[in-house]
């Protein structure tokens, strides 16, 4: 009876702190998770086509990576309750301010395009014009935000992420060679020498996976979900399953392609499902599915985080708990900021993959500047107080932007000089 | 009619800028005072970071101008 009664007892516990959990969590999963976005499963998809799995090891290098980047600033959102542009605005001043937002706002509408470049190009292999896709997906999402509530928005959005999860029994079903993978992919080594286009590729899959837009969007979200600082514990565990989630999906869209298309030259990934699609229409179907969901996720997400950011500068009132009536702006933001962006894949003949691939080297280049301020807002005992930055982690943000800033100024000097990197 | 329209028109787009220049104007006064004191070398080096990563932009600008031509 006593055995029983205390299994009864630590059952319950353990059940509570599991339903606390999924009560809490949600804003890590959901950026971490989004970040594997169409742009995203492009850069990955083209990586394991050209390179087949020798860069898994790198990928898994910025699982760490991603972890320490987003726990800052869910971290700084708890405590300053603020969202990150209103947070560099009130620390730095107008000039940085104005920086960081402009920032923000010409990167994440970028991104924005080349999710709508994937959704339109995944949803064209199934007969559906590019003009209607983004007529369809604006009309979802603009159901999505004018219907519902943040928890409504946020549940919404957990679904979509565990349709991303479709490569991997995409790949269980491909049987690739695990020892094959294993060999080439876990053990450091850049395929064909360090030359200007593997560092193109490297820079692209940081860029897309530690993506500026991602320190706004988190920021804001537990803003937004009203998180404390007693819930800060329970947001690490949130945002450490999202850093495992977004390296895993994209080790296996690089063995998805690394495996099944290795050696060809992809052009286009919906281009790809569409050529897969006669081979394993299974797989290619996936492939495109897959597409579309990791595009529509990471549009839904971006579209928010410029609001938000616009909203919190400007004073409006800016959550998905506010009505169209009561957030008249913060609402036109978002659909000028998706229709123009959707607007902009219509135009004919216009070099998508190639914008794509473009769009993720510029978002990392941009990167270091957002890091120097969540560091120096992260530091200031004032307005953090016991959740200060410690030295260790100061010491590794710091080491991340040396090592972006020493690759775009690699890259930048191979385009100067071609004959520097093979 | 079309003149009235277009008068009317000119007005609206009139009002709406002026009411965004004067909130930026407001909201630069609200935070004109920074709440972290940022050391003169930290300021100078953030700068320069900035300037720099704008550099690199322009040659990533210049490189996509060249691929897709």
Partial sequence: MNFLARFF????????????????????????????????????????????????????????????????????GVVTKRGHAEAVFNGFGPGWGWFVLLDLVFVNWLTLVTEFIGMTAS???????????????????????????????????????????????????????????????????????????????????????????????????????????????????????GSFFVIIIAVFVVIFTGTILRGVDIQNVAEAAKSLMGVNQYLGAALAIGLFNAGFLGAICITLTNSWAFGEVFGWAHSLNNKIREAPWFYANYFLTLITAGAVVLIPRAPLVTITLFVQVISVTLLPASLVFLILLLNDKKTMGEYKNTRIQNIITVAIIAVIVFMATMYAMSIIFPNLLK | MIRKLNIFFKRRVKRFFARTFSKITEINRKYKKPQIEMKPAVKITLTMLVFYLVFLIGMLIYKFVITIR
């Fill in chain 1, 9 to 76: 007892y630590k059952f319950r516990r353990v059940f509570k702190a599991i339903k606390l959990f999924l009560i809490i969590s949600g804003p890590g999963i959901i950026v971490a998770i989004a970040d594997n976005d169409a742009s995203g499963i492009t850069t990955y998809a083209v990586t394991g086509a050209k390179y087949g799995y020798n860069l898994i090891w790198f990928l898994v290098l910025l699982i760490p990576v991603v972890y320490f980047v987003q726990e800052m600033t869910m971290r700084l």
């Fill in chain 1, 123 to 241: 949803l064209y292999i199934f007969g559906i014009p590019p003009y209607l896709t983004v007529i369809i997906v604006c009309v979802i999402m603009g159901i999505m935000v004018l219907n519902g509530r943040y928890w409504t928005w946020e549940k919404i959005a957990l679904l979509f992420c565990t349709l991303n999860l479709i490569y991997i029994p995409a790949v269980i079903i491909m049987k690739p060679s695990v020892a094959d993978i294993l060999h080439s992919g876990l053990i450091p080594n850049f395929p064909g020498g360090l030359t200007q286009q593997l560092l193109f590729f490297l820079m692209a899959n940081v860029g897309t996976t530690i993506a500026p837009w991602m320190l706004y969007f988190q920021q804001s979200a537990v803003v937004d979900k009203g998180l404390k600082e007693k819930d800060i514990p329970w947001g690490r565990y949130d945002t450490l399953i």
